[in-house]
Every structure is written in structure tokens, then in C-alpha cells.
């Protein structure tokens, strides 16, 4: 089956760094996207990868090892309004979008 | 303004009363997708569309319909409810599809199947 592997819950304080790890196995594989959900709120898209290496947006960055079946975000300079749930994704190809299930990121004071 | 919207936001029915969710954008966006939410696991497609008269089942469309008449609209149907379809439902559309874009989601429909 396809899955996309990322950890339930990570707590870091304000200012800090946190990285939010996510392994996939997928039948094909385009890219990875990351999204960040506020609660009630819906999904917002963060950052894409398409291939090997770093990207950068803000405090932000994504990076995707292909080889490895691995990415991750990067947040840097915590807030409190980074509380949120980020959402890992594959883009499979023919247009389906496998989710993970979710990290909960709890940004302390 | 540049949206995803999605009527009604919240809904509470009986099983077996048909019912429609609709959502529309204003982006002229070709590729739009249903999603549905429930706790842990995470967002999973339900239907998705290419272009107008252009729909695939995502990986959960068993007891969905979806139609594509207009590039604008993408209405998300549930012929017979029932209450393992109580979930949280998102839509979703992109310019060119799920490869290297940016999905925009709707606020969400919330639904209840008593």
C-alpha cells in the first residue's frame, strides 16, 4: 500500500528550531508538498519539492531526498502562531495527492 | 478575491437523505479535488477532475458521486448517507493539477450522518 510516515506530535518553545520528519512510499512519486491547518481552519500550502535538495520560503525551508524516500520542514525562529497540524503530501502523478496523517506542533512560551 | 468556496459550511442529516455539498472557484483553475478529514488520518481524495467532464476516483469515492458541467464548480454528492461518511470534507483546486502546484482549499463542510 502507499503510506506516508510523520510523527504524531513535536513541542518546541518560541525562537526555537523544529524539524518535521516525513517518509513516504508511494507507487509513483512527482514531488512533496507541505501544508499547514490552523484549527477550524483548512489546509494552506507552505512549500513544494520537486526535486533533490533545499527549499527556502521564509522561515521555512523543505528539503526532499528522493533516494531516501524522506523530506522534512524546517521552521525556524518559532511563534506562537505556528501552533498548527502540518500535513506532508505526494504528489503520485495522474493528478492523486497521497496526505499524511499529520504532525501536531505544539510552540511553547 | 481569489477562492475556494464551499456551501453549506456545516450540515447534520439522517441516513439515506441525499445531499449535496457544493463548491465553486473563482480562479479558473482546471484540476479540482475532494478531500475528506477525520482524525488521524490525515486528508484523503475522494474524487478529483482534470478539466470540466473530466472526473477519477481518488483513493476513498465509494459512496460519492462528483460531476464536473462547469470549470467553475465541482459539487460533491452523497447519493445515500450514511454515518461512516460523518466527516469533515474539503475542496481543493490548482491551475495545472497536483504536480508542482499549489492546491487552494475551501473553509470546509462539516457533516454529520445521524
Known amino acids: 500500500g502507499q503510506s506516508l510516515e510523520q510523527p504524531s506530535e513535536v513541542t518546541a518553545v518560541e525562537g526555537a528550531i523544529v524539524q518535521i520528519n516525513c517518509t513516504y512510499q508511494?507507487?509513483?512519486?512527482?514531488?512533496l508538498s507541505w501544508y499547514q491547518q490552523h484549527d477550524g481552519g483548512a489546509p494552506t500550502f507552505l512549500s513544494y519539492n520537486g526535486l533533490d535538495g533545499l527549499e527556502e520560503t521564509g522561515r521555512f525551508s523543505s528539503f526532499l531526498s528522493r533516494s531516501d524516500s524522506y523530506g522534512y520542514l524546517l521552521l525556524q525562529e518559532l511563534q506562537m502562531k505556528d501552533s498548527a497540524s502540518y500535513f506532508c503530501a505526494v504528489d503520485t502523478g495522474g493528478f492523486k495527492t497521497i496526505f499524511g496523517a499529520g504532525t501536531r506542533l505544539f510552540v511553547k512560551a | 478575491e481569489a477562492q475556494v468556496t464551499q456551501n453549506p459550511r456545516y450540515l447534520i442529516t439522517v441516513t439515506g437523505k441525499k445531499l449535496t455539498v457544493t463548491c465553486s472557484q473563482n480562479m479558473n483553475h482546471e484540476y479540482m479535488s475532494w478531500y475528506r478529514q477525520d482524525p488521524g488520518l490525515g486528508l484523503r481524495q475522494i474524487y478529483y477532475?482534470?478539466?470540466?467532464?473530466?472526473?477519477d476516483k481518488g483513493d476513498v469515492p465509494e459512496g460519492y458521486k462528483v460531476s464536473r458541467k462547469e470549470k467553475r464548480n465541482f459539487p460533491l454528492i452523497l447519493e445515500s448517507p450514511s454515518p461512516n461518511q460523518t466527516s469533515l470534507y474539503f475542496c481543493?483546486?490548482?491551475?495545472?493539477?497536483?504536480?508542482?502546484?499549489?492546491?487552494?482549499f475551501g473553509p470546509g463542510t462539516r457533516l454529520t450522518v445521524l
Open positions: 508511494t507507487s509513483g512519486f512527482y514531488g
Open positions: 477532475s482534470m478539466n470540466v467532464e473530466v472526473t
Open positions: 481543493a483546486s490548482s491551475l495545472a493539477g497536483a504536480q508542482t502546484d499549489t492546491q487552494y
